[in-house]
């Protein structure tokens, strides 16, 4: 259904596109591409492991269900029966034991693909992914490097219940040595998925279990087996003049139809898809920010202590003569997730909180205490 | 060396037979490399397997490279109490000696290319993995010439070029880290192993039994060494805190009951 939702979305934006005409060259040559061809998350991820493990033996995969079962929501679907069973292998239920067994790996030199059936099960393991995996390189002065992938799906899902639904993002982010990143679209996810095989420090790969099923267009440089993104890097999905709004995973693809709606009410709103949660893309969020002077921050995970604190905090320190109005957060609501649908609905952003959100930025509607 | 220099002093005529006499008395230390045969003195407990043979051959310059080794070792350690109880060495210092034989016999078996990984009583597995005192000593106190150059500590050694990976603060993590190397050493084809050090504290801990799981599982070439120092079980020093908890107590009932017998305090009702 999602998918279906996206491909209404860019075919509304494409022909909004051609009707404005006065569009600056980048974003027309950045956004869609000619030729059209569709491609599920799910599919490029599987996509980008496959390629990478054939360009590299040293690559491997390991976690529940990974080989056998095709994974948990068929992400390494084929990769058992192609690479056997040395670089695919199903582990019991231990993520202690299997993620302190695949730092070790690492430690050793090879490139471990590390799956976690969600995050909310690396908190398991969580002692090995940071104390093991993100500070040995620099208690070592270097000497040990840990070329490892811990992926997974992360945030809320579909009714899952508050053990299941929560967001790690912020608590990964926050750690020295650790990279962190949020594919949104199918591009993203090939090329940062490749990015975090090739890189030498642990990376934490976030994707979203309601994303994998959602296909956006891809081009043939993407397609390419030596396609890669930048760590680091922030993506502007979106371009325009009154208010940024950030966003990584998921809240993407709300944040965009967020402007549509705003658009409409004459309000151009910037989308900053950040792709990279650790290191933050500041530069990109800065200058966005000191051209639009308003800002919208959306996460899907716990308020306090979150990714919009963090970019608060950083426009109010670089960039606070810029600001002509508060920095606005939208976040999960501050509950464990609930299991009833009106509520849970409740408990995760919507697309009308972030046009609200953009609305007070504006001074459009009268300041509301309201929370996501 | 004491002997010597009485010897050496004019005035010293008389003890000068004496001294000739002690030095025949001193024992001449073999150095030849004649083999010998040693049988260890107390047998092993096999469970689901052959025990190893009790005969270790050996020869003496072996053996004093041995004696060599673990007396540098103690001596390291000491020096390492003297230094942390001044405050040069900061934080944690977790010292090794009365275990130097686990580390020195294990080395006299084994390559550099099989991996060692420990968890924070990391000074003499450094040392006999083939690091320097001077790296040692540095990195203690906090030193660039230490070897994690200051950065890590008494609990962060590492010399993957010998291997020897660490070098761990949290108890028993070192346990899966080792499984992981084991790991590696297999999808390589290497004909090598790893030795992962634990304690008796460690032996507690799940992830242990985690890794030793999926290690036979998956049939790695790990080996998992206990040393029992007895480190979690009550210490001297908990003793210590009892008896004098103890003794206080004593005293104080010992006041009572003569208050109470030789009527000290009726005067008070």
Known sequence: MWGIVGQRVFRHGSSAMSLQGTRPAILASRSFSSAAKEMTVRDALNSAIDEEMSADPKVFLMGEEVGEYQGAYKITKGLLEKYGPDRVLDTPITEAGFTGIGVGAAYHGLKPIIEFMTFNFSMQAIDHIINSAAKSNYMSAGQISVPIVFRGPNGAAAGVGAQHSQCYASWFASCPGLKVLAPYSSEDARGLMKAAIRDPDPVVFLENELLYGESFPVSAEVLDSSFSLPIGKAKIEREGKDVTITAFSKMVGYALKAAEILSKEGISAEVINLRSIRPLDRATINNSVRKTNRLVTVEEGFPQHGIGAEICASVVEDSFEYLDAAIERIAGADVPMPYAANLERLAVPQVEDIVRAAKRTCYRSSSLAATA | ?269
Not at chain 2, 56 to 78: C, G, K, S, W, Y
Request: proline share 4%; hydrophobic share 40%; charged share 20%.
């Open chain 2, 1 to 269: 060396m004491a002997l010597s220099h009485l010897s050496s002093t004019r005035s010293n005529r008389l003890l000068r037979p004496l001294a000739a006499a002690a030095s025949s008395l001193c024992r001449p230390i073999s150095t030849s490399t004649e083999p010998l045969v040693i049988e260890t003195s107390i047998p092993f407990t096999p469970h689901k397997c052959e025990p190893p043979s009790r005969s270790v051959e050996t020869n003496p310059q072996e053996l004093l490279t041995f004696f060599r080794d673990m007396a540098t070792m103690r001596r390291m350690e000491i020096a390492a109490d003297s230094l942390y109880k001044a405050k040069l060495i900061r934080g944690f210092c977790h010292l090794y000696d009365g275990q130097e034989a686990v580390c020195v016999g294990m080395e006299a078996s084994i390559n550099k290319k099989d991996c060692i990984i420990t968890a924070y009583r990391d000074h003499c597995t450094f040392l006999g993995r083939g690091g320097t005192l001077l790296e040692i000593f540095s990195e203690l106190m906090g030193r660039q010439g230490g070897c994690s150059k200051g950065k890590g500590g008494s609990m962060h050694f590492y010399k993957k070029e010998s291997g020897f990976y660490g070098g761990h603060g949290i108890v028993g993590a070192q346990v899966p880290l080792g499984c992981g190397l084991a790991f590696a050493q297999k999808y390589n084809k290497d004909e090598n192993v790893t030795f992962a050090l634990y304690g008796d504290g460690a032996a507690n801990q799940g992830q242990l039994f985690e890794a030793l799981n999926i290690s036979a599982l998956w049939d790695l070439p790990i080996i998992l060494v206990c040393e029992n120092n007895h480190c979690k079980d009550v210490n001297l020093f908990l003793l210590l805190d009892f008896l004098r908890l103890f003794f206080t107590l004593l005293l104080l009932w010992n006041r009572v009951l003569n208050g109470w017998l030789f009527g000290r305090w009726h005067g008070h009702c």
